[in-house]
């Protein structure tokens, strides 16, 4: 399997969120994954993987990006209760 890292950004001062592109029997993918501080005696100070993430078919990409849109949009909207919410149809 090969990975390409696209980008990458701090969660906190302990995990990092990467994003990467991977292949993986012919098919291509895009991995968002956390990635933390490794607890390897051995190699101290490395950063593994963790299960908390996303793997999805670059296919889905399109789909993802527009359901992150209108996830940055309600960060414009005024807060509403938990009453008020509802499922958004993607």
């Known amino acids: 399997m090969n990975n390409r890292l696209i980008a990458q950004f701090n969660k906190n001062s302990v995990e990092v969120i990467k994003v990467s592109e991977s292949i993986f029997k012919g098919k291509r993918y895009i991995d968002i994954r956390i990635w933390a501080q490794g607890e390897n005696p051995a190699e101290p100070g490395t950063e593994q993987p963790t299960k908390k993430g ?21 960060g414009t909207e005024d807060l509403k209760s938990d009453e008020e919410l509802e499922p958004m149809p993607f």
Do not use: G, N, V
């Not at 078919?57 to 992150?68: G, K, M, N």
């Open 54 to 74: 996303l793997c999805l078919s670059i296919d889905l990409l399109p789909e993802l990006i527009q359901a992150l849109k209108k996830a940055a949009d309600l």
